[in-house]
């Protein structure tokens, strides 16, 4: 079964960090470029970063530069996405999907959709 299961959300307070996990079930994650997106309530999905196959590079978008960095362990076929400094418009379901590359952003190209991580960015 092809997945991908993301974890890690919380409540947070302003100033603070959380990691989140997502893990592939069913293919290799290196082979893809893998994306995260969050989801504000009446908001649309909108991406946060992707990272190219073989995690040669990865790509933010400018409201979390210097504050989110992406990682992962291939043993554990495992992308994170490392989130420091968090405000509250952080505050979204954050989701993972595979494309096959990341000249796009639009969360159209992506698929395998996990249910997604509530994070939550309040005092």
């Known amino acids: 079964q092809l997945q991908l299961v993301e974890s890690g959300g919380g409540l947070v307070q302003p100033g603070g960090s959380l990691t989140l996990s997502c893990t592939a079930s069913?293919?290799?994650?290196?082979?893809?470029?893998i994306g995260w997106f969050r989801q504000a309530p009446g908001k649309e999905r909108e991406g946060v970063s992707c990272?190219?196959?073989?995690?040669?590079?990865?790509n933010y978008v400018d409201s979390v530069k210097g504050r989110f960095t992406v990682s992962r362990d291939s043993a554990k076929n495992t992308l994170y996405l490392q989130m420091r400094y968090l405000k509250p418009e952080d505050t979204a379901v954050y989701y993972c999907?595979?494309?096959?590359?990341?000249?796009?952003?639009?969360?159209?190209?992506?698929?395998?959709w996990g249910q997604g991580t509530q994070v939550t960015v309040s005092s």
């Open positions: 990272t190219f196959s073989s995690a040669i590079l990865t």
């Open positions: 999907g595979r494309a096959s590359g990341c000249t796009s952003w639009s969360p159209w190209n992506f698929s395998h």
């Open positions: 069913g293919f290799t994650l290196d082979h893809y470029a």
